[in-house]
């Protein structure tokens, strides 16, 4: 059995979303797979996914499937990860099809691994049968992850949009 499950956002988790926001913050993090937390004051406004990530990507937005990690065990938000679908010519070029992040103080102990090997049946079921994931050539723990996961390297590209801090992004697939 895993030690987390994926779910859809609730009010049950709202002050857990914003506590897991300050910690992102705090640390200095990017908010992959948060769809887009880090623009927002308020649980209520970010739960509106779909009207303010449309207004804020006009015509590259695409539809996202978001799911909070939850630890089973105490009900605690350990991590976040959309599922992207489908492509925009930027994220085919840049971002990929998931995105995910976990927070900081829960980092190392297998989550991200855990989360994405839960996504790939949801994708699959979505009508995809591989997804792209992308990451900072210097991310070892991303790497890894995606690897664990099936990820084949399809090549590095420049980062010409500021997306990482080496200025190089590995693309991987994942055959679902």
């Known amino acids: 059995m895993s030690e987390i499950i994926l779910i859809k956002p609730t009010k049950e988790y709202a002050e857990q ?9 705090q640390h200095g993090d990017s908010f992959d797979g948060c769809a887009g937390l880090e623009d927002v004051q ?3 406004e970010w739960i509106d996914f779909e009207n ?6 006009k015509s590259e937005y695409v539809p996202s499937e ?3 990690a ?6 605690y938000v350990v991590g976040m990860i959309d599922f992207r679908h489908p492509l925009s ?4 070029n840049f971002g990929g099809n998931i995105g995910y992040s976990i927070r900081p103080s829960e980092r190392q102990k297998g989550y991200g691994s855990e989360m994405l090997k839960l996504i790939l049946p949801i994708c699959r079921q979505l009508g995809e049968t591989r997804v792209l994931l992308t990451c900072d050539k210097m991310n070892e723990a991303s790497q890894k992850t995606i690897i ?5 390297l399809e090549k590095e590209v420049i980062d010409t949009v500021g997306l990482s801090e080496s200025g190089v992004i590995l693309r ?3 055959t679902i």
């Open 17 to 25: 979303v914003m506590a897991y926001k300050e910690e992102m913050l």
């Open 42 to 44: 308020s649980f209520e």
């Open 52 to 57: 303010r990530l449309k207004e804020k990507y």
């Open 66 to 68: 978001v799911f909070l």
């Open 70 to 75: 939850i630890r089973q065990k105490d009900k």
């Open 89 to 92: 010519d930027f994220l085919f």
């Open 148 to 152: 664990k996961n099936g990820g084949v």
């Open 172 to 174: 991987y697939w994942i």
